[in-house]
């Protein structure tokens, strides 16, 4: 058993790529070949317009351009260069693997403000 039960920080998406508030079973972790490290992924699905959304991840970055339509982690929220941002995003993604590791994950995505 993990030696901790939860992780909490702050999100951030590409508002470009936004996908619906919805709730995911059977995320797993994967090793992105793109990121070279661990991330949490989405199994593929579809919105109720019929989009197909594939490869989505919960995955380690800053600021929005860091990500194509995935989800970044970080402990809290700042700026980098004038952009809205996540930081200590690497520290938070390797926690959130480490207390998920080994069972089955559920991710529910709701709308922010």
Known sequence: MSPRDSVSGETLENPKYMFPVADFLYCSIYDSPRLGREVILF?????RTGRTYTYIEIHNGNIADDSEGCILVGETRGTINGNPAVL????????????????????KVRGGD
């Open 43 to 47: 199994p593929d699905f579809e919105d």
């Open 88 to 107: 200590n995003s690497n520290a938070v993604l390797d926690d959130i693997i480490e207390v998920c590791r080994g069972y089955n994950i559920l991710v």
